[in-house]
Structure formats: structure tokens, C-alpha cells
């Protein structure tokens, strides 16, 4: 180990920054708001994470979904901070005869099976409109991206990302999954 030598900063005035990125428009390129993993490592959790400690988990980071993995890091689902915080819960108890305390998020999280994806090359071509007409079709306030080439989630859009880049509202109303959730909705 060495000492480096310092320099004193007392002429120095200017810190630097990261270029202004270009204003954004719902017409930008929808790669604009895409979280690439190529570049920036996924938010994961294991499947056998328990989900008070899930919750603490998104809660601390401040993020509300994750992917969820098995031991070997294969994809198996995803996982949202309001599934963990809704009555899914209570129906994982009810289907599993678990106690809450001994759930997992794999008990809750939405299987890959159920989720759905725009190919990589087809974000290439669109606008971040036509990404939020796709969230709003599927009620979806994520929408994954997969690279066909590689059979590999390859990054994700979020609504709550976009709409802090675009310095927007954007309201994406989630589509009730079963007579419990409409019956909820409509009346509300």
C-alpha cells in the first residue's frame, strides 16, 4: 500500500456532472427509460426469502419489484411490493395452510409462466408511448424486456420511472385478477 500525494483544492470552484440527458417526450425512444442488465445489475430476491423481510427489503431500497430467483439464479417470477402488501397474503395462508410468518415470496409472487414481455428488438423501434400504451393494456405498472436472441430477460420499463423522467403523472390502473379484486374495485 502506498500514500498518494494530495493537491490542494483551494483554486477549484467547478464540480462536475454527468451531461444533461435530452429532454424527454412520450415520442422519445422507449430506450430512453429502459433499465438495461447489461449495464445495471437486476433487483433480485430468492424465492425462499420470507416476505416481512421481502418488504423490509423493498422498503429500504425504496423499489417495488423485484425478480425472483431460485438458488441457481434462474428467473422464476416477479414480485411486487403491493402483492406482498395485499390480500394475496392472506389467500397464500388460506391455499398453503401456512402461518404468515412462514410464507415465502414464492408463495406469492406472479410465476414467469403468468408474466409477459416485449422482445428486445421490437423496444428498439418503439416509443415511450407505445411502452405506456402497453402497460395500460395489460394493467401492468412494469413491463419486462426479453432478448429473444439470448432466451434472457434483458432489462425492464417502469411507469413510476418514466413518469419521474418525463416529470409526468402517468396513472396505469392494474387489471383485477379474480371476482374478490372487481368486487373490491367496484366498490371502492
Known sequence: ???????????ITTILSPATPPDLTIASPATAVFTDFESEHPLMLEQDVGIDHAIEVMRREHVRLKLVIDHDEHF??????????SVKVMRACERTGLARADLTIAHIMTPRDALRAIDYRQLLHASIADVLATMRSHGEQHVLVLDNEHRAIRGIISARDVARRLNLPISIKERATSFA?????VNA
Open 1 to 11: 500500500m502506498k500514500d498518494l500525494k494530495t493537491c490542494s483544492l483551494a483554486g
Open 181 to 185: 379484486e372487481i368486487f373490491a374495485a
Open 76 to 85: 422464476r417470477g416477479v414480485i411486487t411490493l403491493a402483492d406482498l402488501l
